[in-house]
């Protein structure tokens, strides 16, 4: 009987399935290290009751050591378990992410804001592909969440002391006119003056549930969660954002959504975004729900580098996924309107230090250009995705091999992943 050639959206399909066994397999190796750390004092004074009297035996990995493989291998098993390949969509603020973001996804200004000195995206957010009307899932802060994962990481950065135990704390919290030292600290300062503590009552209602919810929204009621807008003098006049955790967005790529099959774009926070803990975000989100980069640059008409903090964002974004450079396409956006031409020529023909699988120039606000680029990008994900995710293995399954073997006891599970 002849083969019959499968279309891209069933490899993707066949992808997605065949990643599911390896996915559980890995998330009981993680509840097996997970019961290793909680076990493991009582695991160091067994190993050392063996060895009396006999030769000495290895000790124990550090509980640090075993933490850190823990949670690698369920980064795996979040990325590996997920119903989409996803596409990352990384760069500077006004490189133009969101209108390759609308360009790619038929979305428009409403619910990915890209308006010139107007409103702009303010929440993490995954565009996925799916037939029918466009809707949204809203993941929204309960307090505890958005004092830990919003609030924190400015007191801590800051050195402001212990982060405030709940939003009446953080009110009464005095923060003076006056910033810490250093321009950078200033900025963040200001962030957390400016929009969270001046603001709090303009929003807290927004946090007052016991645990983060997720509600389902329509397209109307996108925008409100989605962007912020600030007045002339740079100060929030919207608040609803603050409240979002992240926002998830279903609508039809293109004309034809199955076309596309169980695809994504995930929009990654980057260098210049307004919450301070983006770059911790960036690296979470790359690692556990991106499996191929799109980086987003605009070059600069007149001067024809690479800026220090494109090569920054670019290095940072390297630390999350490995082998990045067979994860990463470059796309240099050619501005009508700043006459960028002879800019984007000139980093294509010179991308060193840069090394990606592909790069090119492109107009992000085409929708015939992006389309382009998108199928290049998915048929490179079929081709090449499951050789990617054996390499991302390699390291984290020699570090348990190696653990394995200084443990008075099994973790099941691992023996399925060494077959």
């Known amino acids: 009987m002849p083969t019959l050639t499968l279309s891209r ?60 493989l823990r949670d690698r291998i369920d980064t795996l098993q979040k990325r590996l378990s997920r119903k ?55 993941n929204l ?76 929204i329509s397209r109307e009621q996108i925008p409100s969660c989605a962007t912020q807008t600030r007045d002339a003098q740079g100060q929030l006049t919207t608040f609803t954002h603050i409240g979002v955790r992240e926002l998830t967005i279903y609508c039809p790529f293109g004309k034809d959504a199955s076309a596309f099959g169980q695809v994504a774009l995930v929009d990654v926070p980057g260098m210049g975004d307004t919450r301070l803990g983006d770059e911790k975000l960036m690296l979470q989100t790359l690692a556990q729900s991106v499996d191929v980069v799109l980086f987003v640059h605009r070059p600069d008409p007149l001067r024809y580098l690479w800026k220090k903090t494109t090569l920054s964002l670019y290095e940072t ?50 929708q015939t250009e992006t389309q382009r680029i998108l199928d290049g990008i998915l048929n490179y994900l079929t081709d090449h995705i499951q050789r990617l995710d054996r390499q991302s293995l390699r390291s984290p399954i020699s570090e348990l091999r190696t653990l394995l073997k200084t443990l008075p006891v099994k973790i099941p599970a691992a023996a399925e992943l060494f077959q």
Not at 330 to 354: E, F, G, H, V, W
């Open 9 to 68: 959206s069933q490899r993707i399909e066949q992808i997605i399935q065949q990643r599911q066994p390896l996915a559980q397999t890995l998330g009981a190796i993680a509840a097996g290290l997970t019961g290793l750390i909680d076990q493991h004092q009582y695991l160091q004074t067994y190993r050392q009751t063996l060895s009396r009297g006999t030769d000495i035996l290895p000790d124990l990995p550090s509980i640090e050591q075993i933490i850190q």
């Open 84 to 138: 989409t390949l996803n596409i990352g969509v990384i760069g500077e603020t006004g490189a133009g992410k969101s209108t390759l973001l609308k360009s790619l996804s038929n979305l428009t200004d409403g619910e990915i804001p890209a308006l010139a000195g107007g409103a702009c995206t303010a929440v993490r957010s995954t565009v996925i592909n799916q037939a029918g009307e466009t809707y949204a899932t809203v």
């Open 141 to 216: 802060h309960s307090e505890q969440s958005f004092l830990a994962e919003v609030i924190a990481p400015y007191f801590e950065q800051l050195k402001l002391g212990p982060t405030p135990r709940n939003l009446d704390e953080f009110a009464a919290f005095p923060l003076s006119d006056s910033p810490p030292e250093g321009a950078s600290k200033e900025k963040m300062y200001q962030h957390l003056r400016d929009d969270y503590h001046q603001n709090l009552d303009r929003y807290r209602h927004l946090l007052n549930r016991s645990e983060p919810e997720t509600i389902t």
């Open 317 to 366: 974004a390297s630390e999350a996924l490995t082998p990045f450079d067979e994860r990463v396409f470059m796309l240099l956006n050619y501005s009508r309107n700043n006459d960028n031409a002879k800019a984007c020529q000139t980093l294509l023909q010179n991308l060193d230090p840069i090394q990606v699988v592909e790069a090119s120039i492109v107009d992000c606000a085409s």
